[in-house]
C-alpha cells in the first residue's frame, strides 16, 4: 500500500491510501485532534462513497483495534509456529498482585518474567503499546506476549497473593 502524506497549513496533515482492491481513501488529521475519513470508489471520483468523523479518542481506540491490541489475526503457517514457541494470553490482574498499583517499569515484568505486555483493557478502554510508566490497576486485563512458561510467570504474579 502506498500512503502519500502532505500539510494541510492550518489545518493538519492529509494522508492518501489505495487499498489493495482499489478503493481510495484519505484520512484528514485536523491539530485539534479531530479524524475526518473519506472512502473513494476511484482516484478520479469527485464525491466520496462514505465518510465519518472520529475525534482523538475514538481514533486512538479503532487504531489500538487494528493494531491487534484486542485481537490479532494469523495465518496458518505463522500460527503453527506461533503455537508452538509464543503465546499470546490475556490475564486479569487481581486486587492483591504484587503487579496493582505499579508502573509495568517498577514491576519489571518482562525482567521477572520474561513477557511483553502488549496492551492493557482497562474497563472499557483498550491501551495498545503501553508506555512502562503505565500504572497497573486491580481489574487490569494484560494482552502478553511470551512462551509458555513465561506466561505462567506472569498468570502467578496476576493471582491475588497473601497479605
Known amino acids: 500500500m502506498k500512503i502519500k502524506s502532505v500539510d494541510l497549513p492550518g489545518i493538519g496533515k492529509k494522508y492518501t491510501m489505495h487499498s489493495s482492491d482499489g478503493l481510495l481513501f484519505v484520512i484528514i488529521i485536523h491539530h485539534s485532534g479531530r479524524r475526518e475519513i473519506y472512502f473513494m470508489a476511484d482516484a478520479d471520483d469527485d464525491e466520496p462513497i462514505l465518510t465519518f468523523e472520529l475525534n482523538d479518542e475514538e481514533a486512538r481506540n479503532v487504531g489500538a483495534i487494528l493494531l491487534g491490541a484486542d485481537y490479532q489475526p494469523v495465518s496458518d503457517e505463522r500460527a503453527e509456529l506461533l503455537v508452538n514457541t509464543i503465546r499470546v494470553e490475556w490475564i486479569e490482574v487481581c486486587t492483591r498482585s504484587p503487579l496493582a498499583h505499579k508502573s509495568i517499569k517498577e514491576a519489571q515484568i518482562r525482567k521477572t518474567t520474561g513477557v ?8 472499557e478502554e483498550v491501551i495498545g503499546s503501553p508506555d512502562v510508566h503505565e500504572v497497573v490497576l486491580p481489574g487490569d486485563v494484560l494482552m502478553a506476549i511470551g512462551k509458555r512458561d513465561q506466561i505462567k510467570s506472569l498468570k502467578s504474579l496476576c493471582k491475588e497473593q497473601e497479605s
Open 116 to 123: 511483553t505486555v502488549i496492551g492493557i483493557k482497562r474497563k
